[in-house]
């Protein structure tokens, strides 16, 4: 922009230094005309805080460098067309102008088109701002649909794990080198049938049995250790399935010739410090050599 440069053409120039597409030499003369004109003083100020209004609103984005400058190139070249009064060729016939038509001035031709420019650089900026918006909204949700997945993979992997591990705990308790079996069981028409596996090893003990009978309301089945002074071991209650299928699972320490019996009572609901019935499963363990 020369020195002569008129008020008109100079506010043309107030957009792109809002977006800082100014050639050196247009912001120089911008500049010498800014220090006498407040009118301009006050464009250019209300241009700036919406560029920073449209800015703040976006998250961080770095753009690359080369898009940047292409997109640089487009927007003073743009200008460059608005300022000269260039219009795009348009598709379909055209008429030519009346020749009763008056020649526009120059001054009409800048005033048309720096409206021109100023509502194609709103559009420009309110399609930027709108397609980096969705582009967030989008990564975001990605994001946490992603981050829901793993959380439910990590769930289900621990889950997996904790089968595993019980499932290993149990065949380690009834094939370990060190396990002695003894068996329980009655003559009935439903017969019961249990084995126990002691793993001295590791002092835990397992419990499996079959075709027991449901026990009556209030009521519970609990398995006990008698030792051969005759002292009787609580090793927890239990409640069959549907089936008359039950497992139970202790620790507790017992020195491999103190054991004389396993034995399964029938108990009120919490079970008993002591039996209070007669046992109807009985398992006796052989002594040791």
């Not at 048309?112 to 100023?118: H, N, Q, V, W």
């Not at 017992?254 to 019996?261: E, F």
């Not at 029938?266 to 002591?274: D, V, W, Y």
């Amino acid at each position: 922009m020369s020195e002569s440069s008129g008020h008109d053409a100079v506010r043309d120039l107030l957009a792109m230094d809002a977006l800082d597409a100014l050639s050196p030499a247009d912001r120089a003369a911008l500049d010498r005309h800014l220090t006498t004109c407040d009118e301009c003083k006050r464009e250019l100020a209300a241009l700036r805080d919406a560029t920073a209004s449209i800015a703040a609103a976006l998250p961080p984005r770095p753009m690359a460098p080369e898009r940047q400058q292409g997109m640089r190139a487009r927007l003073v070249a743009r200008a460059i067309e608005d300022r000269a009064g260039i219009t795009p060729i348009r598709g379909g016939s055209s008429s030519p102008s009346s020749p009763t038509s008056p020649p526009q001035s120059a001054a009409s031709a800048t005033q048309s088109a720096r409206p021109t420019f100023a509502r194609w650089l709103a559009a420009a900026a309110l399609l930027l701002a709108i397609g980096a918006i969705a582009y967030d909204f989008s990564l975001r949700g990605t994001i946490q649909r992603l981050s829901v997945a793993r959380a439910e993979l990590r769930d289900s992997t621990s889950a997996l794990e904790r089968r595993l591990a019980d499932q290993q705990a149990i065949l380690d308790g009834l094939t370990g080198p060190g396990v002695r079996v003894i068996d329980a069981s009655v003559a009935s028409a439903r017969q019961p049938y249990a084995r126990m596996f002691w793993d001295q090893l590791t002092n835990r003990w397992t419990f499996v049995a079959h075709n027991l009978p449901a026990t009556a309301p209030g009521h519970t089945y609990q398995l006990w250790l008698v030792t051969r002074d005759q002292k009787k071991v609580s090793a927890g209650t239990f409640t069959p399935s549907a089936g008359g299928f039950a497992l139970v699972r202790a620790t507790y320490p017992l020195s491999p010739d103190s054991l004389a019996a396993i034995a399964v009572t029938n108990e009120p609901a919490g079970g008993s410090a002591q039996p209070t019935t007669t046992p109807f499963l009985v398992g006796a363990a052989a002594k040791t050599d």
